[in-house]
């Protein structure tokens, strides 16, 4: 596996929220980036007019119109509606285990009824991995080189601890993406 890109997103806490001048209490669980590691074309584009990379975590069950066995758990929001993946969870019941999932970028050059340009139209290869802290305050990216239809076996492999040093590794290449203050909380 070829990791491209590292990103970590957060919930962030409601004092940095403040500072911020970001809405405290919405009902649908906003995701910061707050860490990036490697690159991500399209990034940029999907960045507000603070230059933030925000993300909202969606359930899919009365949103994706699928059969229950090919629906994700869960997927991500991002700028003008654009799901910037599906997540498939591997485990669901490990108990203080973070969890585990895969997914891809949409596949298709526009999205929308309004035909958006889909800003990860060239990564449509690549994979996905998610790593969830077990309050799922934190998302954990794993970008993989053509990695699309590798995906959940590349997730099975971070989850035996296959990838471990690799996963390290990025995780402390990682720099600030946005500078939201002193009060962010620790990683992991």
């Not at 970590?8 to 707050?34: C, M, Y």
């Not at 969606?58 to 090919?70: A, K, L, V, W, Y």
């Not at 590794?169 to 946005?178: D, K, L």
């Amino acid at each position: 596996m070829l990791l491209t890109a590292y990103l970590l997103l957060q919930q962030l806490p409601d004092a940095v929220k403040e500072q911020n001048g970001i809405k405290v209490g919405a009902s649908v669980p906003r995701f910061d980036l707050t860490k990036m590691a490697g690159s991500l074309p399209g990034l940029e584009d999907i960045a507000n007019k603070k230059h933030q990379v925000v993300m909202y975590l969606q359930e899919c069950r009365g949103i994706i119109n699928s059969t229950d066995t090919r629906r994700a758990d869960c997927f991500l929001m991002a700028k003008n509606s654009l799901n910037f993946s599906s997540i498939y969870l591997l485990n669901r019941t490990t108990e203080g285990a973070p969890f585990l999932g895969y997914g891809q970028f949409l596949k298709t050059e526009t999205y929308g009824r309004d035909c958006w340009p889909n800003p990860f139209y060239d990564n449509r290869l690549d994979g996905l991995i998610f790593i969830i802290s077990p309050d799922w305050k934190k998302i954990e990216v794993l970008v993989s080189l053509a990695g699309r239809y590798i995906a959940a076996g590349e997730a099975g492999m971070v989850q035996r601890g296959e990838m471990a040093e690799a996963i390290d590794s990025i995780r402390e290449s990682a720099q600030t993406f946005y500078p939201y203050g002193e009060q962010m909380p620790k990683l992991w």
